[in-house]
């Protein structure tokens, strides 16, 4: 394929008028197709459909340590619950603590809890001029989200297939007393699919902040899900890594089953230092007696441990792997060469990340839209909603059928090379 | 039984020292009884047990709604959810959020949101010199844990048959602007099982606030817990006393099914005006994708409406009543006349309150512990865990067998007689 940037004025209006013809023709389909969210599809949920007879009238619903998990207490969760999510996070359950059904409010209530109680002993955020957060992006819009509902300052790091830029990391924590945290998905990254390099790893546990307040968030949603048994990615222990370099309080890893077994009805985790989960405890003894532990007690009878997980997600992969290939054939064979984009291929999480040629992403989200394909908004991926580039996207392959996909990947292609020409000929 | 008051000195110390004695027997015995706790019976727990079967592999997981109870989505909770929490409630569906399994989290966030971002868009009360509740007291001891975590100063307010003293609470709420907020169990309060009187709820509805983002904490935690069919308490519904008051953004009320399913795995919910939930939504939608949605079917399969929740709690009430007639026919009988000590002969709920002569609740419970008699700590029931008069204690008749209620209580009675008579020796 010729480069678009090689067209002449001529080459370009005529393909113009071409793209034009086809999008008038697949904008009349009437298509109703959705790539926005990380939603796990029906199929997904169907693998996991006996997950809610483990536990019945039936069944022992004490725990082998004695817990009526029917009952209240147990404010860090049944010992089994810590001992699977503690096998998941590659730490020891003592480390753990079993919240809700969301990791995302674990993250929310310890930015919450940071503002009005400080971080073990620190001034509350809330009392402070200035509360700044690194922000590696493209990455996940509802972090960026609580950051900036809390009205902290969002500064963006660059990412690489290799994570972010640390060299920039290392200089503003080690500068800045007032940058007090930094977001991260460090596998199968949340858009893009990239897994931080060992470096990369060893660099976060090595940071020197300013801020002994300061936090890695490491939000470890995507730990065991894989694509390919064969290539997935590795991803060094942070814990282990901070044991090593004496920065042991430095990071809380999050980590759920939302993509496991139930979206709406999973587990969530936090693991981190004792001085973390102990200044933890003092507000949640405050904010709960305890969670729900017969959720608990399902997963671990389901899963039984780390092995009944990863065979679990093995049938995820199964489902996830053709709708990511789908998207990547069509990209692959209508925009390879073309110059007007560059994409990711990744070999586990839930996304692919798509970057335009500068200036283009909102009109490609938007003409998608008005053919009947709803990606996630343009800007998304970057703090306060504003991609400075205008050029990322990100493609959630999960919730469609694989052929629904090829088919919203296909006027999706149609888009990128439609706003291209039109983008070239202004120039 | 002759009043204590009314003996002499040598008729106390035969009684001393013929109260020691039996004490002495009493400790010998080895007991180990809590009365400590207002937590379900395993015999209430049981009950329930079906409970768990009404969804499994079989069901159809989405709602009539259309909504997948797997997956994400629905902040609010399923519509089928909302308004079986409404009717119990006596509100309507749309004046109900359905949130996790707890309503002391929802207070919890509800209080850490002011805190952080105010109310309906008053200053953040972290932002504000000074915020103070009303704390009508004896109450429950893990609302003040949340004000006192978020360092908001209390001002206890007296109780009475009627609930909180009136005349007290609207002259400070106008007076003060500091005063943002109040906490009340209306119903069966804890520990005293009072209701709150119509004229009460009424002026309730008709404070006039000197702060606008001053909120009545509603915690109707007791709503459906009757004891006795034929005589159960009649409380005012605050929400419709609001609505005619024209004060309908002034209260919140929360309730849960934790003491009607599972303590451990309940729903809890939140009702107010459309104001005041539109300002939680603007938090909650940063906090989660939603809460567990299965969870929330589970109840509106087993439960089905407000008919079904009130024939459930019939199965309770008939669990505790024994427990509360047992406690309260030990009191009746050892105490009656004695002129030592008042207790609450509740309709509901699940607390007896009883007052000891003042300056004894410490040295009564002290002793109960001694011989293996654990009761909620002296205190506890006010603010800053300090009785002013070190008088209150509560007494949690649920979890123990009626029998283990009767003897923890003639172990109580003991003790209350013995700590009077020494109280009054050394007069």
Same sequence: chains 1, 2.
């Avoid at 503690?86 to 310890?110: F, Q, W």
């Avoid at 899900?225 to 370099?245: A, F, G, Q, V």
């Avoid at 004496?246 to 230092?273: L, P």
């Avoid at 110059?339 to 970057?355: A, E, H, L, V």
């Amino acid at each position: 394929m010729k480069a678009y940037r090689e067209m002449s004025r001529e080459e370009l209006l005529t393909l113009q008028s071409q793209l034009n013809a086809e999008y008038e023709e697949a904008k009349a389909k009437g298509l109703s197709l959705n790539m926005s969210r990380g939603k796990p599809a029906v199929s997904q949920l169907d693998i996991c459909k006996d997950f809610l007879d483990v536990v019945n009238s039936g069944s022992d619903l004490v725990t082998e340590s004695g817990v009526d998990t029917r009952n209240y207490g147990e404010l860090v969760g049944i010992p089994e619950a810590q001992q699977l999510m503690a096998d998941m996070m590659g730490t020891k359950p003592e480390n753990v603590i079993i919240c809700g059904n969301a990791s995302l409010t674990i993250m929310y209530d310890t930015v919450s809890r940071s503002m009005t109680h400080g971080v073990m002993g620190s001034t509350p955020w809330c009392k402070l001029d200035k509360v700044k957060f690194l922000c590696p992006a493209p990455g996940y819009d509802r972090h960026f989200a609580i950051t900036e509902h809390f009205g902290i300052e969002m500064i963006t790091i660059p990412m690489s297939p290799e994570g972010p830029d640390m060299d920039m990391v290392e200089k503003l924590v080690a500068e800045d007393d007032t940058i007090k945290g930094i977001w991260c998905v460090p596998k199968y990254s949340n858009p893009q699919g990239y897994t931080y390099s060992d470096e990369t790893v060893r660099r976060f546990a090595n940071l020197k902040p300013a801020a002994a307040d300061f936090r890695i968030f490491w939000d470890n949603a995507y730990i065991i899900h894989d694509l390919y048994e064969d290539r997935s990615d590795k991803l060094l222990n942070i814990l282990d890594e901070c044991e090593k370099t004496g920065n042991v309080d430095m990071v809380y890893e999050f980590a759920s089953t939302s993509k496991i077994s139930f979206a709406g009805g999973g587990i969530a985790a936090i693991a981190a230092s004792k001085g973390n989960l102990d200044a933890m405890k003092k507000s949640m003894t405050i904010q709960t007696i305890g969670y729900d532990k017969i959720n608990q007690l399902r997963h671990v009878r389901y899963f039984k441990n780390l092995d009944g997980l990863k065979a679990h997600m093995i049938k995820h992969a199964a489902l996830m792997r053709p709708k990511f290939e789908a998207v990547l054939e069509v990209l692959d064979r209508e925009l390879n060469g073309a110059g007007i984009g560059t994409w990711t291929k990744p070999n586990g999480g839930y996304f692919i990340s798509f970057d335009a040629m500068d200036g283009c992403a909102k009109a490609i989200v938007a003409k998608c839209k008005e053919a009947g394909v709803i990606l996630t908004g343009a800007g998304a991926t970057f703090p306060y909603g504003k991609d400075p580039k205008d050029s990322n996207i990100r493609i959630a392959p999960s919730f469609p059928t694989p052929e629904e996909m090829a088919m919203a990947t296909d006027l999706f292609v149609l888009c990128v090379k439609l706003v291209s020409v039109e983008k070239l000929l202004e120039a």
